[in-house]
């Protein structure tokens, strides 16, 4: 079971004049094995929303639950989730497998374990002949391959992603949406994606929640949104007359 309830989720950051709320009050419920994409401009709170859900950044209002705990205040690392960030964050000094296996190892997860998550992660994700290669001699999707693989090692069912494909060309952009959604479904993930891109939203979602300065401005199926935009900005967003 992975299920994520958000209730009015509220987050300002210090400014010069004072402060600015960055998000104005969220609420969505993410069901086990959804596909969730965050889609909105540039700036709209994305990244801080999935930052709250995550806990590296704490809530100034409002409560986020995983699997029915509350984790509102939780630390990062004891909520049950794994996180994919847009840089892929991997340890230069490295090599595949043992970039894969950091965050287990360092838990404390024994050989046995470590080696079966890295046999089944590797041959999902097409890296078997790779293991032992650093970083620098890997292309750009080979190294998404790789921050994929850490957190399906992890083994949390639970996958927030921010931004996963943007460094990577358009033809291996492509090949990754249907790779991403193959494995989502396979292991039957929960994930919670942010993109810009509504071609990303619209092919790998379950559902979108359309963002805008903050607010939910609709969270409804790829189709809906399409046929039915709730309000202008979400049809000037997705360019269809609303
Ligand atoms: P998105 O991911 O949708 O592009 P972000 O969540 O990164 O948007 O940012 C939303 C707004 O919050 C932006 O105006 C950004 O400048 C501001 N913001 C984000 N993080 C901080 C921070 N740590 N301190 C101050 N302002 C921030
Ligand atoms: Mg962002």
Redesign the pocket.
């Known amino acids: 079971m992975s299920t994520v309830q958000l209730r009015g989720m509220r987050k300002s ?1 210090p400014s010069r004049s004072g402060e600015v709320e ?1 998000l104005k009050g969220i609420d969505v419920t993410v069901e086990d094995g959804e596909f969730l994409a965050i889609l ?1 401009p ?7 929303l999935l930052r709250l859900i995550s806990g590296l950044e704490l809530a100034t209002g409002g409560s986020v639950s995983i699997d029915g705990t509350d984790v509102t205040g939780t630390a990062p690392e004891k909520r049950q989730l794994a996180m994919v960030f847009q840089n892929y964050a991997l340890f230069p000094h490295l090599n595949v497998q043992e970039n894969i296996l950091f965050g287990l190892k360092s838990r404390g997860a024994d050989k046995q374990l470590r080696s079966e998550r890295l046999t089944e992660a590797a041959g999902l994700l097409g890296l078997d002949e790779l293991l032992e290669r650093k970083p620098s001699e890997l292309s750009g999707g080979q190294r998404q391959r790789v921050a994929l693989g850490r957190a399906l090692v992890s083994g949390q069912r639970l996958v927030l992603m921010d931004e996963p494909l943007s460094n990577l060309d358009a033809k291996l952009r492509a090949e990754m949406r249907v790779e991403l959604k193959r494995i989502q479904r396979r292991i039957g993930l929960t994930i919670i994606y ?1 993109t810009h891109d509504q071609v990303e939203a619209m092919t790998m979602a379950d559902r979108v929640l359309m963002m805008s300065e903050g607010r939910v401005e609709q969270l409804a199926a790829p189709e809906e949104i399409y046929s039915t935009p709730a309000t202008t900005t979400v049809g000037r967003f997705i360019g269809s007359p609303p």
């Open positions: 950051f960055v909105g540039s700036g709209c709170g994305k990244s801080t942010v």
